[in-house]
Nanobody, 124 residues
């Protein structure tokens, strides 16, 4: 059974940084694209970033490009989201996600497993 557990959220001032982690278990982590999404109050969940199974390709929403960095450590079964220059509009619950299908999947939309989320609050 696939499990995804996020950590690292918290309260930070605008301009600050946080690093989110997502620990995966239940299957061979290195075969799967991994993604981060977020959902702010009253808004739909939106794509933030994704990384290919090999780590060679990364994808970002325009709103976070240049500020956020996704990475993975396959030996630790963990994907990270380094968030710098945080803005109040980055406030949301952040979710880690993974697809059912290994290797090549649409990094923006094909996800079947989700973590419980971690709250990120950026104060102005």
């Amino acid at each position: 059974q696939v499990q995804l557990v996020e950590s690292g959220g918290g309260l930070v001032q605008a301009g600050g940084s946080l690093r989110l982690s997502c620990a995966a278990s239940g299957r061979t982590f290195s075969r799967y694209t991994m993604g981060w999404f977020r959902q702010a109050p009253g808004k739909e969940r939106e794509f933030v970033a994704a990384i290919s199974w090999s780590g060679d390709n990364t994808y970002y929403a325009d709103s976070v490009k240049g500020r956020f960095t996704i990475s993975r450590h396959n030996a630790k079964n963990t994907v990270y989201l380094q968030m710098n220059s945080l803005k109040p509009e980055d406030t949301a619950v952040y979710y880690c996600a993974a697809p059912e299908t290994p290797y090549y999947t649409d990094p923006l939309s094909t996800y079947d497993y989700w973590g419980q989320g971690t709250q990120v609050t950026v104060s102005s």
